[in-house]
Nanobody
Framework: QVQLVESGGGLVQAGGSLRLSCAAS????????MGWFRQAPGKERERVAR???????DYADSVKGRFTISRDNAKNTVYLQMTSLKPEDTATYYC?????????WGQGTQVTVSS
C-alpha cells in the first residue's frame, strides 16, 4: 500500500520560510516524477512544483523564484523549500506522483501565512 506522508507545515508571517517534506513508500521512487500540490479553501487543488527523475523541475508562475523542489532518492523523500511566503500561499500542501494518482493523496500539511 502506497503512503505519502507530508510534514513541515505551520504558521508563519509573510516573508518567512518553511520547508515541507514528503516521505513516500513508493517502490522505485527514483524513476517517478513527483509533485507538490496545494489546495486553498474554496479553490481547486493546483500543482505548484514538480521534479522529474533527472532532477529537472517546473514551477507554477505564482511560486517561481520563491519555492524550490528537491528530492533525496536514498530517503524516498521529496522536499519543498518555500521562501518569501505570502498570505495567498495559505493552503493545505500535498505531494503525489505527477500526474497525480487519486488513491495516493495523503492528509497533507497545513501552511498558514499571516499578513
Amino acid at each position: 500500500q502506497v503512503q505519502l506522508v507530508e510534514s513541515g507545515g505551520g504558521l508563519v508571517q509573510a516573508g518567512g520560510s518553511l520547508r515541507l517534506s514528503c516521505a513516500a513508500s513508493l517502490r522505485t521512487f527514483s524513476i517517478y516524477t513527483m509533485g507538490w500540490f496545494r489546495q486553498a479553501p474554496g479553490k481547486e487543488r493546483e500543482r505548484v512544483a514538480r521534479i522529474k527523475w533527472n532532477n529537472s523541475t517546473d514551477y507554477a508562475d505564482s511560486v517561481k523564484g520563491r519555492f524550490t523542489i528537491s528530492r533525496d532518492n536514498a530517503k524516498n523523500t521529496v522536499y519543498l523549500q518555500m521562501t518569501s511566503l505570502k498570505p495567498e500561499d495559505t493552503a493545505t500542501y500535498y505531494c503525489n506522483k505527477d500526474p497525480a494518482v487519486p488513491a495516493y493523496w495523503g492528509q497533507g500539511t497545513q501552511v498558514t501565512v499571516s499578513s
